[in-house]
């Protein structure tokens, strides 16, 4: 896990306020902030991809921001030839996902409503799977479809699939680090302009797995 030594971490409502701050204040656009994070998470789901030879990317679209991100990253693979499909595990969503939703199936993304019965077989390669499932706003424990959905993916074998997290590995509390329920275990995480304090903290920690800190242009309250 790897996090610049001078950075500060913030909670999640630090990371709330920046995003206010930046767009409310700022006046940068919330889509291009979105496109920022996709962009850079696409990069290491490539890096990743890359080094393990990987056949697809498989991107869990959760109902707020983080699964708005996530369809964004689904759209920029596709774009770069990539063998991406795209599931939406909840069958609601904020307006973020909706308008990343019209992109997606506007580029020709493969969009699922179920999670697929089956992965590639390790002999055609691995497979990339996306956590777009929750992000800094989540609380408690996993309910319902996300629920559901982490459990899934947790019971498939690791000798197929590697994971990386958007902002962090749903299922871990940003703040405190608790792990109250079912959750993902990440090879890799990218978090957003600042590492998160959660992220840090036991048993959260576990399953970070390295840490990417992404500049994506948030600025902190007070800091421009």
Known sequence: MRTPASAQLWTAE??????????????????????????SVSAQVERVADACDAREVLVLVGPGNNGGDGLAIARQLHGRGRAVRAVLVSARHNDAVA??????????????????????DVRGGRTIVVDALLGTGSRGAPRGAIEAALRWLGGLNRELVSVVAVDLPSGVDVDSGAVPGAVVSAAV??????????????????????LIVADIGLVGVGED
């Not at 990371?15 to 920022?36: F, N």
């Not at 995480?189 to 390295?210: D, I």
């Open 14 to 39: 630090l990371a709330a306020a920046a995003d206010r701050h930046t767009m409310d204040v700022l006046g940068m656009p919330s889509p291009v902030l979105m496109e920022r994070a996709a962009l």
């Open 189 to 210: 995480t990218v978090t957003f302009q600042r590492s998160k304090v959660g992220l840090h903290l036991t048993p959260a920690r576990a399953h970070v797995g390295e």
């Open 99 to 120: 308008s990343q939703l019209r992109l997606a199936r506007a580029h020709g993304v493969a969009i699922l409503d179920t999670l697929p019965d089956t992965l590639p």
